[in-house]
T-cell receptor, first 111, second 113 residues
Framework: DTEVTQTPKHLVMGMTNKKSLKCEQH?????MYWYKQKAKKPPELMFV???????INESVPSRFSPECPNSSLLNLHLHALQPEDSALYLC??????????FGPGTRLTVL | AQSVTQLGSHVSVSEGALVLLRCNYS??????LFWYVQYPNQGLQLLLK??????LVKGINGFEAEFKKSETSFHLTKPSAHMSDAAEYFC???????????FGGGTRVLVKP
């Protein structure tokens, strides 16, 4: 099973709202990732967690706050977002540094 | 720094014709290489990967790719296109023991009946 699940599938939020995106995998993978993908572009790496510790932050604005409660879960907390943050947010996981498996994504719209 | 280049942002093929998507990487050390497919409003699905074993890699849905170190290439092919192959395809590379995927710009495939 190579499934990564993400909820919600779609999210619409105002610029003053606080919301969270969730990602889950049960493959025993120890690395988890958040990517942002704009239309007609490749995914851009945001954060990497390795063994539940944040290992890479690609200079992401603080209005995005990642959290890894345990080895199977990854959250992305959103606060005071801007309309330009509207995008498809993808979660991925991998066994250490091997192949990354992606979830279906959350389509985020910021009004 | 590592980079991945996909030649052609759009490719149009007839149903039943050969699909050829080009990918070149720049790295002094051959990286691990991947092809992913993305259907509209979906995540990325792994098609195949090269991790320094066989240079000809077979993947899902009839796709295969050949790693050529001398040409720093990892082109993706499928002998006969199907309408369901219409999607965005991304080539990606990662250093061995690294976890930062570098993506190419993507190639959108259109399949004509």
């Amino acid at each position: 099973d190579t499934e990564v699940t993400q909820t919600p599938k779609h999210l619409v939020m105002g610029m003053t709202n606080k919301k969270s995106l969730k990602c889950e995998q049960h493959m025993g993978h120890r690395a988890m990732y958040w990517y942002k993908q704009k239309a007609k572009k490749p995914p851009e790496l945001m954060f990497v967690y390795s063994y539940e510790k944040l290992s890479i932050n690609e200079s992401v604005p603080s209005r995005f706050s990642p959290e890894c409660p345990n080895s199977s879960l990854l959250n992305l907390h959103l606060h005071a977002l801007q309309p330009e943050d509207s995008a498809l947010y993808l979660c991925a996981s991998s066994h250490d540094t091997d192949t990354q498996y992606f979830g279906p994504g959350t389509r985020l719209t910021v009004l | 720094a590592q980079s991945v280049t996909q030649l052609g942002s759009h490719v149009s093929v007839s149903e039943g014709a050969l699909v050829l998507l080009r990918c070149n990487y720049s790295s002094s050390v051959p990286p691990y290489l991947f092809w992913y497919v993305q259907y509209p409003n979906q995540g990325l699905q792994l098609l195949l990967k090269y991790t320094s074993a066989a240079t000809l890699v077979k993947g899902i849905n009839g796709f295969e790719a050949e790693f050529k170190k001398s040409e720093t290439s990892f082109h993706l092919t499928k002998p006969s296109a199907h309408m369901s192959d219409a999607a965005e395809y991304f080539c990606a590379a990662i250093k061995a023991a690294g976890n930062k995927l570098t993506f190419g710009g993507g190639t959108r495939v259109l399949v004509k009946p």
